[in-house]
């Protein structure tokens, strides 16, 4: 477990394992713990980095608005911190729109992109999603006291007493109107979605989000051939039991290494 100092913010990471790196980024409010029931599914022949976003466990918080775009700015200045070159990547939710911008803004070094449970635009949540997001503030903060995101948080934060700051922060940025469809087209990495079937995400918007990324637009033809991106839909699933699912384990197991299926 270590500190790398990205632009003057002090970036929590974990790195075990050997093999082809896989950088996995946790969602809103709680931190990288959040995989801990799938990281051995995940961590076979693989060199695992688990980050602590910021403002998140023990990342400290910036001290400013929390930024997509600054995030995978951080997330770029890892990979680069780190000499890995070229990467996998791997975002739930917030983690995944984190994932989305890094491979946006920085496609030379993300070779393999999966985004779990995460739109490209704010409006493909659905409406009482957004309407929840919006609510992230003191009070809510108060409340989820009694939750296992702030017993953990408690226990690593750099300033546990930070709780209502972190997140009324994850609020803010999650207020904050976005729209990324231009920007596909400007990632090169390969690319797996992966949802629930009962997800915060509207089914459209899943459609969509595979459209502009060029899958399903035809026929693959008989010889199978996959197309430019995959999608995976998860039957039984909601988005509250991604991260702990190891049918998602599964699916990003199979994409990163195809040649196991």
Do not use: C
């Not at 051995?40 to 929390?66: E, M, N, Q």
């Not at 775009?69 to 983690?95: K, N, P, V």
């Not at 957004?130 to 995101?149: D, N, T, V, Y």
């Not at 988005?239 to 299926?261: C, G, I, N, T």
């Amino acid at each position: 477990m270590s500190y790398a100092d990205i632009d003057g913010l002090a970036l929590w990471y974990d790195d075990r394992g050997s093999g082809d790196p896989l950088i996995l980024l946790h969602g809103g409010i709680g931190g990288s713990e959040m995989f801990d029931p799938i990281l051995g599914t995940l961590a076979r022949d693989r060199r695992l980095i688990t980050v602590d976003l910021p403002g998140h466990g023990h990342t400290a918080s910036p001290d400013r608005p929390l930024r997509y775009e600054e995030m995978a700015g951080q997330i770029a200045g890892l990979i680069r911190h780190l000499g890995l070159g070229q990467t996998d990547l791997m975002g739930l939710s917030l983690g995944g729109g984190v994932a989305l911008r890094t491979a946006i803004q920085h496609p030379a070094l993300v070779r393999r992109l999966i985004v779990v449970s995460a739109p490209f635009r704010q409006d493909g949540w659905f409406p009482e999603v957004i309407a929840g997001q919006s609510a992230l503030g003191p009070e809510a903060a108060e409340m989820m006291k009694q939750s296992p995101f702030y017993a953990t948080y408690a226990e690593v934060a750099p300033h546990p007493e930070d709780w209502s700051q972190h997140v009324s922060e994850v609020g803010e940025l999650l207020r904050h109107d976005y729209d990324w469809a231009a920007g596909l087209a400007d990632i090169t990495a390969d690319v797996l979605l992966v949802f629930a079937d009962s997800d915060s995400i509207r089914p459209a918007h899943i459609v969509e989000f595979f459209n502009l990324l060029g899958g399903g637009l035809s026929d693959p033809g008989w010889d199978g051939t996959p197309g430019p991106a995959q999608l995976a839909i998860l039957p039984g699933h909601t988005h509250y039991v991604m991260s702990l699912s190891l049918a998602v384990a599964d699916a990003a197991v199979a994409f990163l290494d195809p040649v196991s299926r």
